[in-house]
């Protein structure tokens, strides 16, 4: 089922456990898979053409809006990103790891790139 369109969302504490995660996922209709982010710059605002739901199990960063709000992500927390919202991953300084879960079976960055740019999503039209 896709996620209903709209801007990007950060739910704070969404889960405690992994069995949560996975099976928010598989409600979703969701493929996860395991993403480990090593350290990396701020990205620049952008959006993907795929529904995607990250769930943060360890580290801490942020992502902005796309108004360049910056919401706090940390173990525990579910970000939303539906296809076509605008953000931007933050500035990592030490390792994050997520279960991500996309709305295709596909590679997660095959599924995610290029980046788009924000003037392009539908979400502006």
């Known amino acids: 089922m896709p996620l209903e369109p709209g801007p990007m969302t950060v739910v704070h504490g969404a889960f405690s456990t992994k069995e949560e995660v996975l099976a ?3 409600r979703l209709d969701l493929w996860p898979t395991t993403y480990v982010s090593e350290r990396m710059e701020e990205l620049p605002l952008h959006w993907h053409d795929v529904d995607n739901c ?3 199990l360890e580290g801490s960063s942020y992502v902005l ?3 360049g709000n910056r ?3 940390g173990p525990g927390d579910k970000l939303i990103l539906p296809a076509g919202a605008v953000h931007a991953e933050g500035r990592v300084a030490e390792r994050m790891v997520y279960i ?3 709305s295709k079976p596909e590679n997660l960055l095959d599924a ?3 980046l788009r740019e924000p003037a ?3 979400l502006r039209r």
């Open 24 to 26: 928010d996922i598989a």
């Open 100 to 102: 991500v879960g996309i």
């Open 120 to 122: 392009t999503s539908p």
């Open 65 to 67: 809006d796309e108004h």
């Open 54 to 56: 990250g769930y943060v």
């Open 112 to 114: 995610l790139l290029p």
């Open 71 to 73: 919401l706090e992500l």
